[in-house]
């Protein structure tokens, strides 16, 4: 059995904890009290990571693929930190080749019964992260009070969350640079809450194996790839793209981290944000960026049907 394998050189000390405000985003950084953490910590008892029945880890591991994810704690996130440890827990027993960026609160509860989750895991990357360490939050913080979209979900959709987003191709190509996997991927923690067959869906991520000529960014969407304006991309949700899975080869990571943070500068240089799925769709504007290859799916199983002709 392997040892867990945590990112000391990127860990930040617990008290450099950031936690984000409901009234105003940018009060987030300020420094969490201990008995709130400790207390939250409690409640999240990492007891969710113990096995529930048979490990149906999927053998005979293909994949060239290794996938990148994160978990920090929100506080405007309506969903419980409880269910997003659950919906991680089956993502790891897929034992996915994975590196996972975590902030205190989520490490501390993930960490607490280190023999459960190294069997759960033994290969798992851990790094410890916070939103605040992203060039896309320094960027967000340096453009000032942003305006959100005016047609979004209040309670969820804040500066943080929006920032939280834009921060996917930044850890992707973050990652790309310390893996010998020929291809990286970001996919969504709680990915398993769309899954109808989640065993079969986490078993094509495990067995996905990219063509050694792909090139591009390999991602699923929800409607066709169109033109639309920044004007509509700034005020509301638009589905091109799915969001919560996209591979990329890994000598094209940085290209698109690159791309992806120009159309992001585009929003906030007229001090508006908008979620990562529209600044892609801005971000096709760029010839300089990679190519989007979309195929179709829909939040649910279909987005880790990659097609044949992306595949070995």
Not at 31 to 50: N, P, Q, T
Not at 144 to 165: A, S, T, Y
Not at 265 to 286: G, H
């Amino acid at each position: 059995m392997g040892s867990l394998k945590l990112d000391h050189c990127s860990r930040r000390c617990s008290e450099r904890f950031f936690w984000p405000s409901k009234d105003n985003d940018k009060d987030c950084a300020k420094s969490h009290d201990k008995k709130k953490d400790d207390l939250l910590v409690h409640s999240i008892s990492a007891s969710v990571f113990r096995s529930k029945g048979p490990d149906r880890s999927y053998i005979n591991m293909t994949t060239n693929v290794h996938y990148v994810s994160a978990l920090v704690y929100n506080a405007t996130d309506p969903i419980l930190p409880s269910k997003r440890l659950e919906w991680l827990h089956t993502v790891l027993r897929a034992k996915l080749p994975m590196t996972l960026f975590i902030d205190t609160v989520y490490y501390e509860a993930l960490t607490e019964d280190s023999a459960s989750l190294a069997s759960i895991h033994p290969d798992l990357r851990l790094i410890s992260w916070t939103l605040q360490e992203s060039e896309v939050w320094r960027q967000c913080e340096a453009a000032g009070e942003l305006k959100l979209p005016e047609i979004r979900n209040g309670e969820k959709d804040g500066e943080f969350f929006m920032g939280l987003m834009n921060a996917k191709v930044e850890l992707v190509a973050r990652v790309a640079k310390e893996v010998d996997a020929p291809f990286v991927a970001f996919l969504d923690a709680g990915i398993v809450k769309i899954f109808k067959d989640v065993e079969g869906s986490l078993g094509r991520l495990k067995n996905l194996r990219m063509r050694e000529d792909f090139r591009g960014v390999a991602i699923p969407g929800c409607w066709p790839i169109t033109e639309v304006s920044p004007e509509i991309l700034a005020g509301k949700i638009c589905w091109i793209f799915c969001g919560g899975f996209f591979v990329v080869r890994r000598e094209e990571a940085e290209g698109f981290s690159r791309a992806a943070m120009d159309a992001l500068l585009y929003f906030l240089k007229d001090k508006r944000i908008t979620w990562e799925v529209n600044v892609w769709v801005q971000m096709m504007r760029d010839s300089e960026a990679p190519e989007m290859r979309w195929f179709l799916a829909d939040h649910d199983d279909r987005m880790t049907m990659v097609p044949g002709e992306f595949r070995s």
